[in-house]
């Protein structure tokens, strides 16, 4: 019974280790993304005309 709940707890603590590791990568792909998808949006404002949108639909 021991070993029972120590290999559940061994594997509540791996998902939590890997967890954090994926929240740790996305959040520098989601500045990333979030950054070049600002600098879309500011090249679209200089370049377009004034009557079109920034996104297209």
């Keep these: 019974m021991f ?4 290999g559940v707890v ?6 939590f280790v890997v ?3 994926l929240i ?3 959040v520098w792909i989601l500045v990333v ?3 070049a ?3 879309y949006l500011l090249y ?3 370049t377009k005309n004034p ?4 996104i297209p639909k």
């Design 24 to 26: 740790k990568g996305l």
């Design 37 to 39: 998808f600002g600098g």
């Design 10 to 15: 061994a594997l509540i603590w791996l998902a």
């Design 33 to 35: 993304s979030g950054l």
């Design 44 to 46: 679209r404002a200089v």
């Design 51 to 54: 009557g079109q949108p920034l």
């Design 3 to 6: 070993w029972k709940i120590l």
């Design 19 to 21: 967890l954090g590791i």
